[in-house]
């Protein structure tokens, strides 16, 4: 279990893609990067959902990133701390050539969450 803080991010995942958490974890992370599928809590409520840990295509070099698009979650949280389960590993973190083949991606790995939760 991971414990995490919850960042507020640049905001292109809930304009372009998927409302995500952007996480800050409290400890070091230390599953090999990737997507997969993660049980949440928030407020001592649990949710299911699909996370990204590593790097992202257009984010800082060398810098890893732990985002969660939580399911049926839509409040906002910033600054609380949050824990993190994973549940099962959906596939390794790629480059895509654009927003819209990333949001297809994205649909595949909610679907594959769901699968695995």
Avoid at 2 to 24: Q, Y
Avoid at 109 to 117: G, Y
């Amino acid at each position: 279990m991971i414990k995490a803080i919850v960042e507020k991010g640049l905001g292109v995942g809930a304009k372009e893609l998927v409302p995500t958490l952007n996480l800050s974890p409290l400890k070091e992370v230390c599953w090999p990067h990737g997507v997969y599928a993660c049980r949440v809590e928030i407020a001592d409520n649990w949710y299911n959902g699909v996370l990204h840990w590593g790097p992202k295509g257009n984010g800082e070099p060398g810098r890893n990133y732990l985002e969660v698009n939580v399911f049926d979650f839509a409040q906002d949280v910033y600054g609380m701390e949050v824990k993190l389960e994973f549940r099962g590993f959906i596939r390794e973190v790629r480059k895509f050539e654009n927003l819209l083949d990333l949001k297809a991606q994205i649909q595949q790995d909610i679907a594959a969450a769901n699968q695995l939760l």
